[in-house]
């Protein structure tokens, strides 16, 4: 990342509404390369108890164990039309799963994400893996979140190459 996004965050930051979001076009995507490897059951938007945008998605895996998960993220900030990125890293669960406090960058995102995955241990896994009600409340943040446009993207890559992935993105006004 280079200053001038750096710049454009912290300005963007400093400049954050304390009202009371709305969250507007909220879409998902949820795609397996190998319908024999995964499938996607469900992979949705619903409204939490607050009135929050939450995903939900259970992914079927049908070839079991998984011994090896890696994780890139990324996620972008659409400012006047130009993507400002806010995460792109790729991290392998089943290491840092093992003791997710080494990794501070992790641990920050999975203890506003993690109570709500049954992504929660070390490999291997024998089930299929569940995010419910995955909800964006911006006050648990461990970062600012100004309004705007956002974009998401999960891609698992599982044993050795075995890809699927989840899309997302939603507009805050």
Not at 25 to 42: G, I, V
Not at 91 to 99: A, E, M, P, V
Request: with cysteine; proline share 8%; net charge positive.
């Amino acid at each position: 990342m280079d200053w001038q996004n750096v710049w454009i965050i912290i300005a963007i930051a400093l400049r954050c509404p304390v009202v009371a979001p709305k969250f507007v076009n909220e879409w998902a995507k949820c795609q397996s390369q190998d319908p024999s490897f995964a499938t996607f059951e469900l992979c949705n938007w619903t409204r939490s108890p607050q009135n929050l945008p939450a995903l939900s998605f259970h992914i079927n895996l049908l070839q079991l164990p998984i011994t090896s998960i890696k994780l890139q993220a990324q996620a972008m900030y659409i400012y006047r039309l130009r993507p400002v990125q806010l995460v792109n890293t790729t991290w392998d669960l089943c290491r840092i799963l093992k003791n997710p406090k080494r990794h501070f960058a992790f641990a920050r995102l999975y203890s506003v994400f993690g109570p709500h995955l049954n992504i929660n241990h070390s490999c291997p896994y024998n089930h299929d893996l569940i995010g419910s009600n995955i909800d964006f409340d911006r006050s648990e943040m461990p970062f600012p979140v100004p309004v705007g446009k956002y974009t998401f993207k999960a891609s698992f890559n599982t044993n050795g190459g075995k890809q699927f992935e989840i899309n997302a993105g939603m507009n805050i006004i």
